[in-house]
């Protein structure tokens, strides 16, 4: 009876051993593919978002800081901003004109920014804000008539379209000078300065040099987009666009 038991015992450890070393085995292997998931997930996190919060705002409920409005992403019919105001800087206009108005929520930042040029020697002009649909439609009419559809469609923006109908964009220029918008203000030293300190006051270039296939339009280092300054932050460091960074065409 001993002998036997001895028999027994034996092949039960002779059972055992390969099935714990398979368990080991396969205990390690999910070990290692839960460990590379999060490593995979941390690259895109990283990639995608950094620390910020995605989520924070809508970007596409009218008004949001973090609506965007592009070509194929139009503006509610006959959209105008509930409250508009006429921020105390330099204006290109007199204050009457619609396009001298801007979301009230965002003057004292244009405010705060005005000055800061000021102060550092780039006196700025607030040269159009807030147009109506309607208004845009005469622009856009314009540029088709000067220089055909397929310019008309790389400058301007149809009717519905148009970020400055949101009432968080402007243009700017330098002051002391006709108020010209073309791309070689951004190698001006106030064009400069703009580009590397208008994410302090929640501010963008929208319309970035190189990325006209992300945003729909050509360079405009005149043409700014009020985002919040933690957004801002996080696409002028990283040179990116709002459709690239919120994965939107």
């Known amino acids: 009876m001993t002998f036997g038991y001895t028999m027994i015992v034996m092949k039960t450890r002779k059972i055992k051993l ?24 941390e690259i895109i996190k990283d990639k995608n978002t950094s620390s910020l919060n995605t989520q924070r705002y809508s970007i ?7 609506w965007i409005v592009n070509k ?31 979301d009230s929520s965002i003057t004292k930042n ?24 309607e208004y845009q439609r005469q622009l856009f009419e314009r540029y088709v008539r000067e220089g055909g559809q397929e310019y008309a ?29 073309e791309t070689s203000f951004g190698n001006t030293n106030t064009g400069r300065w703009i580009k590397d300190n208008a994410h302090k006051y929640g501010f963008i270039i ?8 992300e945003t729909g339009y050509t360079y405009e280092p005149w043409h700014l987009r009020y985002v919040g300054k933690d957004l801002a932050k996080e696409l002028h460091s990283t040179n990116r666009t709002m459709e690239d960074y919120f994965n939107v065409r």
């Open 60 to 66: 596409s409920k009218p008004g949001s800081i973090w």
């Open 153 to 181: 469609d790389k400058t301007s923006a149809k009717p519905g379209t148009s970020e400055h109908q949101t009432g968080l964009a402007f243009d700017v220029c330098e002051a002391y000078k006709d108020c010209e918008l």
């Open 18 to 41: 390969p099935v714990i070393l398979i368990a080991v085995f396969l205990g390690c292997m999910y070990l290692f593919r839960g460990s590379v998931i999060e490593f995979r997930d």
């Open 110 to 133: 244009i405010e705060e920014l005005f000055s800061a040029a000021k102060q550092s020697g780039h006196p700025l002009v607030f040269a159009s804000g807030y147009r109506s649909e």
């Open 72 to 102: 194929k992403r139009p503006l509610p019919a006959g959209y105008v901003p509930p409250n508009l105001s006429v921020p105390n800087v330099t204006r290109r206009l007199d204050d009457d004109n619609e396009s001298m108005k801007i």
């Open 206 to 213: 929208r319309y970035l040099e190189g990325k006209e296939n």
